[in-house]
């Protein structure tokens, strides 16, 4: 892989972990509580178990994406695009389980009678709104990061080949 190549890798990178970095800060702040019927209740990310899992991938996602910036590029390229795809394949799956869990704390479920909480702890609600969205650039980020890096590796087996 030439540096032409390359310097579009290391700025997809680096956005997405911008991307990722900013997702974990506005989760780990997400907090809220309200009064209900003279109880009070705490909205936290670590209620979910599901939001938990987001910050976890975001976590691994942001750490590795500080180490895959710093690999040579010419001698490892195969591992770093497998890992690549592994963890695109969790980032979507982390962003899909929370957009789900947030449609609920948004709208709710009338049929199984779980209310929106979003009405009574809207700042909880739009820091996990902000988090989402950030994590949603991460995905996209990742997953065109993915398709480049297939496309340089189909372009040097057809040149080798």
Avoid at 81 to 107: H, R
Avoid at 115 to 132: D, M, Y
Wanted: aromatic content about 10%; proline content about 4%.
């Amino acid at each position: 892989m030439n540096k032409a190549q390359w310097i579009p890798i290391l700025l997809l990178r680096g956005v997405a972990l911008v991307a990722t970095i900013v997702a974990v800060i506005v989760m780990v702040n997400s907090h809220d509580s309200a009064t209900v019927l003279g109880m009070t209740f705490q909205a936290k990310y670590n209620n979910s178990p599901t939001l938990k899992y987001f910050l976890i991938v975001s976590i691994v996602t942001a750490v590795y994406s500080v180490v895959a910036l710093f690999v040579p590029p010419k001698k490892s390229w195969r591992p770093v695009l497998v890992f690549d795809l592994i963890v695109t394949s969790f980032l979507i799956s982390s962003f899909s389980a929370a957009v789900g869990v947030g449609q609920l704390g948004k709208e709710g479920n009338s049929h199984a009678g779980w209310l929106p909480i979003c009405g009574q702890v809207p700042k909880f609600c739009n820091h996990i709104t902000a988090a989402l969205i950030a994590g949603f650039v991460s995905v996209i980020v990742y997953f065109v990061l993915l398709l480049y890096s297939l496309n340089n590796v189909l372009n040097l087996v057809a040149i080798k080949g």
